[in-house]
């Protein structure tokens, strides 16, 4: 019994029939290994998740069915619609900022651990195909406990915060201006404590490391191959000669598939912010990298612009205008991947999926699939929009780009986003780097997106019989359809569906989602502490502009244009809490609360939570060989929601 008052979590309510127990009732908390459902007993399932209260309730039984099953069936029928429009009405989108994907409106006070956010008020909410009606209406009845944090989630996260602070303040990372000497740096940011972080710590400054990171780093989603340079990045065969060495050519290596772009074009003049009284910097760069015969990827010339002109650094500029011009690529990495892969894809993404889903009836099997997936995604995405979105919050504090560059930059991502890039075999495809060696994020994806597909298309055989099943399940249809209205703004060259007629094509979409909800999350989220600790690896904000010359580039104008102690101590305690799961852990597969009932499915789960076991162990045995392992998608670390 807990000694702080809180409320009674019921998953479910299960009514056995007059055969009695042992004859097949089965323990409803199993998590589903199939086998406790077959016996003949009458049974039904009352799904409740949610936290109890006084007052009145109304648990609907909850087979997994679809709407084709449920109209046969008059009473079934007018539950269903009841218990729909209960739904919508409880959970309603709403606008955040123009250009951005849309929101849980609120949460009902009852669920909310604290005030309601502020509302931001954007000075034009963006005109989906189908907006619903933006009108206030009054609060809803709670209808579902995975929206709230538990209290000791809650003191979790706070405590850790709490800890960042102080290890900050310890560390004295509190003043503004810039660095006197590296030596000051390795004192306050020296002992990271994490082994990655400690590898960042030696091997920040070699090329090798700048290219690893590309494959195997916080943001393993941006490389693409290059069989032509773009007309903007002029660089020239004599300049990266000396680097390729005298038996080849920068053609003759893009003819042969070894040359590699980074573009950083979706940054190209945004706003950035001023703190403590100084303006931030920013620049779009352009980096290309080579696979040398020794199956390295390397950095080779990196332009500070989308626009010819400036110089084009290279490995032979001499240390520090090459340690400056990678130094201003991460710079412009680390922002790029948290406000793009991170929040946008990650976090804001979940949300659209997880109101739509919570839009469908609790007995519809495409809620009972995702249910797990939307586990407190609406609250983390709260608590960002509260402390790091909000003015004057972390973003502001921590980043070039501030909160004004923040709102620009996820808007032209989301007006940039494309199904290809979220579904994984063809992002590799698209990206062509489905050969690339050593790239254990591809290798770790595939088996896991794999994985992913097997379950969704074991769920959708036996709710869907046929294709015809698909397209005709309006539910199912209007829940699409609201993610391509919301989700991409309706924009139909992202190519995500706007409908579903055939289960391949409902297979995919689902396996994109949960995907995206937990391993995609995964990749971009659990290294930010890792990768970033060493402040020079991965500067949140740069206080000099770029270089205009080669010559200018020296140790002092490196100090002087990393972030200051100020701000290196507000992104770390924010990276050090939010790049670990607090609380309660879920992995992937573990489904707490399995919403399924039957065992069909559950027998389908349970296929699943296997392979998902044997990719575990297939990633650890490979990561025990590694310099540098790659653990953020071993499937015990990846959580099966966007909760952190
Ligand atoms: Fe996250």
Same mark, same amino acid.
């Given at each position: 019994m807990s000694l702080v008052p809180d409320r009674w979590f019921c998953a479910r309510v299960t009514v056995t029939g007059? @055969? #009695?127990? $042992?004859?097949? $009732? $089965?323990? !409803?908390?199993?998590?589903?290994?199939?086998?406790?459902?077959?016996?003949?007993t009458p049974k039904a399932t009352f799904p409740c998740y949610r936290w109890l209260e006084s007052g009145h309730l109304e648990l609907r039984e909850a087979t997994a069915r679809t709407p084709r099953e449920v109209a046969l069936d008059p009473q079934l029928l007018q539950q269903r619609q009841e218990e729909r429009r209960e739904r919508q009405e409880a959970f309603q989108w709403a606008p955040y900022a123009p250009g951005w994907p849309w929101r849980l409106r609120a949460l009902p006070p009852t669920l909310c +651990?604290? +005030?309601?956010?502020?509302?931001?008020? +954007?000075a034009s909410p963006v005109s989906p195909v189908s907006p619903v009606s933006p009108a206030p209406r009054p609060p809803s009845p709670p %209808?579902?406990?995975? %929206?709230a944090f538990p209290l000791g989630h809650r003191a979790s996260i706070a405590a850790r915060a709490a800890a960042a602070q102080v290890r900050v303040r310890l560390r004295g990372?509190? #003043?503004?201006?810039?660095?006197?000497s590296f030596d000051d740096i390795r004192e306050a @940011?020296?002992?990271? #404590?994490?082994p990655i972080s400690e590898y960042v710590v030696q091997h920040w400054q070699d090329d090798a490391f700048f290219g690893e990171q590309y494959l195997s780093?916080?943001?393993?989603l941006l490389l693409r191959r290059c069989s032509r340079l773009p007309p903007n990045f002029p660089v020239t065969p004599p300049m990266v000669a000396p680097t390729l060495g !005298?038996?080849?050519?920068l053609q003759r290596e893009m003819e042969g598939g070894r040359v590699f772009l980074a573009d950083y074009? %979706?940054?190209?003049?945004l706003p950035t912010g001023r703190l403590g009284g100084e303006p931030q910097f920013l620049c779009a760069p352009l980096c290309l990298l080579w696979l040398s015969p020794r199956q390295r990827l390397l950095p080779i010339a990196i332009q500070l612009?989308?626009?010819?002109?400036?110089p084009i650094f290279v490995?032979?500029?001499g240390p520090w205008g090459w340690a400056l011009a990678k130094l201003w690529v991460r710079g412009a990495h680390f922002l790029l991947h948290e406000m793009v892969?991170?929040?946008?894809?990650s976090h804001f993404l979940a949300e659209t999926f997880a109101v739509a889903t919570q839009r469908l !009836?609790?007995?519809?099997p495409i809620h009972q699939l995702l249910l797990p997936h939307c586990r407190f995604t609406f609250h983390i995405n709260i608590l960002a929009r509260d402390?790091?979105?909000?003015?004057?919050g972390i973003i502001d504090q921590a980043t070039a780009i501030g909160r004004e560059g923040t709102l620009e930059l996820v808007a032209r991502g989301t007006a940039a986003l494309t199904y290809t890039e979220l579904c994984v075999p063809d992002d590799m495809e698209n990206r062509g780097v489905?050969?690339?060696?050593?790239?254990h994020y591809r290798d770790d994806a595939l088996e896991i997106w794999g994985a992913i597909e097997s379950l969704a298309e074991g769920i959708v055989a036996i709710y869907y019989p046929k294709d015809s099943d698909v397209a005709e399940d309006h539910e199912l249809q209007d829940w699409v359809g609201e993610i391509f209205t919301y989700a991409? @703004?309706?924009?139909e060259k992202s190519g995500f569906p706007s409908k579903l007629c055939t289960r391949p094509e409902l297979v995919k979409f689902l396996t994109m989602i949960i995907f995206c909800c937990s391993a995609r999350h995964a990749a971009v989220n659990s290294g930010q502490y890792d990768y970033?600790?060493?402040?020079?690896?991965?500067? $949140?904000?740069?206080?000099?502009?770029?270089?205009?010359?080669?010559?200018?580039?020296?140790a002092e104008l490196l100090l002087a244009t990393l972030p200051s102690p100020q701000a290196t101590g507000a992104l770390l305690a924010l990276l050090s809490v939010v790049s670990y799961e607090g609380g309660e852990p879920r992995p992937l597969?573990?489904?707490?609360?399995? +919403?399924?009932?039957?065992a069909p499915p559950r027998r389908v789960v349970a296929t699943f939570r296997r392979r998902v076991a044997t990719i575990a162990r297939r990633i650890r045995r490979r990561n025990e060989g590694?310099?540098?392992?790659?653990?953020?998608?071993e499937p015990p670390l990846v959580q099966e929601s966007v909760a952190i």
């Open positions: 007059p @055969l #009695g127990e $042992g004859e097949g $009732g $089965g323990d !409803p908390e199993d998590n589903g290994d199939g086998d406790d459902d077959d016996g003949d +651990p604290w +005030p309601p956010p502020r509302p931001v008020s +954007p %209808l579902s406990p995975s %929206l990372l509190h #003043g503004g201006g810039s660095w006197r @940011l020296g002992c990271p #404590g994490t780093g916080v943001n393993p !005298p038996d080849t050519s074009a %979706l940054l190209e003049g612009s989308q626009h010819p002109g400036p490995p032979g500029d892969p991170h929040l946008l894809h !009836p609790a007995g519809h402390t790091l979105l909000n003015p004057g489905t050969d690339v060696p050593n790239y991409v @703004l309706g924009n970033a600790a060493w402040m020079p690896n991965t500067p $949140g904000m740069l206080r000099r502009p770029p270089p205009a010359t080669k010559e200018e580039a020296t597969g573990s489904r707490w609360q399995e +919403p399924f009932s039957e590694l310099a540098l392992p790659y653990p953020y998608l």
